[in-house]
Each structure stands twice: as structure tokens, then as C-alpha cells.
């Protein structure tokens, strides 16, 4: 046996192992070897099936600098939450870079991959491999900057599916209603409503309003319409949610809906049918009972973590998502072991209030609330350490583009204070944004010389 075959042989004896001399060349190896080791990164097999040995050599195909693969030559997907996404022209594969594992150490990694690999198993087992978008993953180098850095992380390949080409087709795509303030103090007697139908004791609660729930989830609509209207839509969102409950009822995860189209339903051949993606992150339903016993004390816990803030923010809002799509179905809860008490949903509805003024400005410039973000802007002047070209950037271009797109008649006090943060000559902007910001600016100019 010669050494490249024993080391091959030796490698399938250790996933960690692997992964720390994953760094050497591909060229090293002979192509099946190479195959065979790469896939038994994310497998624990040596045995590769037809699917898993195209995304083998896909993933072997990418341009690379220095064994890095170079994500400048890809095509970027937008959409992306925890992962960038590329795709090569007219490929078939998707390629995912992790974003939070960019960097890591060998044993993160492989210890990551191996969490991964366990629980995405699970899901797999319970919806069917049919019903899932199915992601090999590997531990790999990439650089973004044509090989100035070249950092090791977690990459999926996944082939692109027919499925987001239907014609017909939406996602499962849930807002994070507790970070909206707009909403919240907008209807907050049909929010705590809302709480107690769906997150409330069942013995209590009072049948949901549907249409006051499309005041904070508008894109349901469509959902609850199909339900009523169609047969093959009802019977596959039925199957979707039954098995939603076993899952969570196995694993006590909650699975990730705001993330554009992790789930999708599409129509091929007249029927409704459904994908699922990258749902799974860290949010389980011990840890948002825990905070909701937490926050009612301590309401700023949810800034303590990344977990804690998504575990309250975003796993309420996919709880109550399920409860209402199965109460619409006459079924009974998929999520019944997160109860919001009144005391609880009265701290929910204003828990947006402890998000570091920032993260407020954001949110409110994405929803179009420029008066109250420039509020909070001027507030968030006081704690700046540091000169901020992106949330100047964000807040000024996101105001642009609604007067423009809109036509409104707005203040020339509010066109001058959006365009001095543009132009502010302490702004540094990537050459990404160059074009986006000069159209901006030259547009707020223009207003001005009109309304002079």
C-alpha cells in the first residue's frame, strides 16, 4: 500500500483528523481519493452516491488562489442570513460559506461540521430526503480578496432546484415582530390578543383573529386564501406541519423561518409541493422559555448574546407562525410548550426598546419610519465611539430611494440633514457602494435646487 493509499485509509479512521489536513492540495491526491476524503468530512461514509460525487467535484471545480477558493470570481446570491452565498454561471451547485465559522480553528470546525451533519440528519430522517434541499458540507479555505487572506470554514454545496423556478411559489417567511416597533405601538391591545390565542394557555385562549394576525404577518395571506381555497396546498401544509411537530417534539429546535425561503412551497404539475433548507440554527424552545422567564427582571439579557437575542426576537414570532397556519387548519398546536403569560407579552411588546439605538436606526429606516430613526440617529451621536460611514450610508440612500420611488413632498430640513450625512467628508465608502451613494447624493442635490 503506498503512502497516498494509507493516508486515505488512515484519514477514514478520523473526521477531526481529517479536517486538520484538509489544507493540502487537492493536486496531491488521486481524484477518487480526493473524492472519497472530502465527502467523508461531512458523512462519516467512504462510500459516495451520485449526488454526493457530483457536489465532490464541484466543490474540486471552483477557482481557487493558493488552494483557496476565490469567492471574488462567483456570483453573489442576496438573501443570504447565516451563510453568503455563491453561485457559478449557469451552475447547477450552489455554493454556502458559513458565515460564523469563517476563521475557526480545525477542532471548531470539525466539531461544527459533525453538530451539523447529526442534527440535519434528524431532519432529513423526519421530512424526507424529497421534501429537503439536501447540503453536503466540508471544511475548506476561501478569500474574499484574491488571496490576501485565505481563512478555513464550513461550505455546502447544494444543488440549485427546479423549485424556485415554479411560476407559483412562496416562502414560509416569517417577520420578527418583536424588534418592530412601529407595530407593537401601533396595536398593542391585538398583539397581547394575539399572544393569548396563540402562545397563551389553550384552555384560556380565545380563537385567533386571522385578520388582525395579517396586521404583523401581511405576507400570510396568501397562505391563509390557499388554505381555504385549495385542496393540494391544505394537504401539503398539513403534512409540513406534522412534521414540523415531530421534529420539534424530538429535538425541542425550533426551525429558522426568516430566512428568505428556507421553506418554499412551489406548484409543479397543478400540486403544491415544499422544499426545506437551512432551517436549523440554535434556537430550541428551553432556551426561549428560560428568557421569557428571565426578561420580565431583566430585559436587557437579550443583548447579552447573539442565542438570547434571536431566541426572543425571532423563535416567538416562528411559534406563533405555526400555531396560527394549524388553528387555520383546525389542527392542533405545533408549538405547545412556550406559554406567553399577559404579564410576559407586556414586556414583549415593548422589549424592541432595549436594542442598542443602532440596530433601531436600521429598523426603522428598512420600514420607511425616517422621522423617528433620525430621532434615534441623534440620540446614537451621544454613544458613537467610533465614525460610522455604513449606518450614515444605510439610513441617508434608504431615505432617497423612498422619496424618489415615492414622489413625497419632503422637508427640505429633512433632504439637507440626509444628504450632510452623505457627504461628510469623514465617510469612507467600499467601492460597492460608490455608485448606490453618488446616485443618492446627486438626487438629494436636485431636490434641493428644485425646492429653492
Known amino acids: 500500500m503506498n503512502r497516498k493509499t494509507s493516508l486515505f485509509y488512515f484519514l477514514c ?66 438573501g443570504g442570513g447565516t451563510h453568503n452565498i455563491y453561485r457559478p454561471e449557469n451552475s447547477p451547485f450552489i455554493l454556502k460559506v458559513m458565515k460564523n465559522t469563517i476563521g475557526d480553528d480545525e477542532k471548531t470546525l470539525c466539531d461544527k461540521q459533525q453538530e451539523l451533519a447529526d442534527e440535519y440528519a434528524k431532519l432529513y430522517a423526519i421530512f424526507t430526503p424529497s421534501n429537503c434541499l439536501v447540503e453536503s458540507r466540508f471544511i475548506d479555505s476561501v478569500t474574499t480578496n484574491g488571496g490576501a487572506d485565505h481563512n478555513r470554514a464550513i461550505v455546502s454545496i447544494v444543488k440549485y432546484d427546479s423549485a424556485f423556478e415554479s411560476q407559483d411559489k412562496f416562502g414560509f417567511n416569517v417577520h420578527a415582530l418583536e424588534r418592530d416597533e412601529t407595530i407593537l405601538t401601533t396595536y398593542p391591545i391585538k398583539y397581547h390578543q394575539m399572544n393569548a390565542s396563540l402562545l397563551g394557555m389553550e384552555d384560556k385562549a380565545s380563537p385567533l383573529n386571522y385578520e388582525d394576525y395579517l396586521l404583523f404577518q401581511p405576507s400570510f395571506a396568501r397562505i391563509f386564501d390557499l388554505i381555504e381555497n385549495d385542496s393540494s396546498l391544505r394537504e401539503e ?71 438570547n437575542r434571536t431566541s426572543i426576537f425571532y423563535a416567538l414570532s416562528w411559534a406563533r407562525a405555526l400555531n396560527a397556519v394549524a388553528q387555520k387548519l383546525q389542527m392542533e398546536r405545533i408549538v405547545d410548550d412556550i406559554i406567553v403569560t399577559a404579564k410576559e407579552s407586556e414586556v414583549l411588546s415593548k422589549i424592541y426598546s432595549v436594542l442598542p439605538l443602532k440596530n433601531r436606526v436600521y429598523l426603522l429606516s428598512g420600514q420607511n419610519e425616517f422621522q423617528r430613526a433620525k430621532e434615534l440617529f441623534n440620540a446614537y451621536l451621544a454613544t458613537e465611539d467610533t465614525y460610522n460611514t455604513a ?36 465617510n469612507e465608502f467600499p467601492d460597492h457602494r460608490e455608485k448606490i451613494v453618488t446616485s443618492a447624493q446627486e438626487g438629494l442635490k436636485a431636490k434641493l435646487a428644485i425646492d429653492s
Open 13 to 78: 479512521t478520523s473526521l477531526c483528523f481529517f479536517s486538520l489536513l484538509n489544507s493540502v492540495q487537492a493536486s496531491s491526491f488521486p481524484d477518487g481519493e480526493i473524492q472519497k476524503i472530502a465527502h467523508f468530512s461531512s458523512t462519516k461514509h467512504s462510500s459516495l452516491n451520485d449526488e454526493e460525487e457530483e457536489a465532490a467535484l464541484f466543490l474540486k471545480s471552483l477557482p481557487r488562489i493558493d488552494d483557496s477558493i476565490d469567492l471574488t470570481k462567483l456570483s453573489v446570491i442576496p
Open 237 to 307: 401544509m398539513i403534512d409540513f406541519l406534522m412534521k414540523c411537530k415531530s421534529y420539534y417534539k424530538e429535538t425541542d429546535r425550533l426551525m429558522d423561518f426568516k430566512g428568505k425561503d428556507n421553506v418554499l412551497f412551489y406548484k409543479s404539475e397543478g400540486n403544491w409541493h415544499y422544499k426545506v433548507g437551512s432551517v436549523l440554527k440554535h434556537e430550541t424552545g428551553q432556551k426561549t422559555r428560560t428568557l421569557l422567564k428571565q426578561i420580565d427582571t431583566n430585559p436587557d439579557l437579550v443583548n447579552k448574546s447573539f442565542e
Open 391 to 426: 449606518i450614515r450610508d444605510t439610513l441617508s440612500t434608504r431615505y432617497w430611494n423612498y422619496i424618489n420611488t415615492k414622489q413625497i413632498d419632503a422637508k427640505t430640513e429633512d433632504v439637507v440633514f440626509f444628504l450632510g450625512l452623505l457627504t461628510d467628508p469623514r
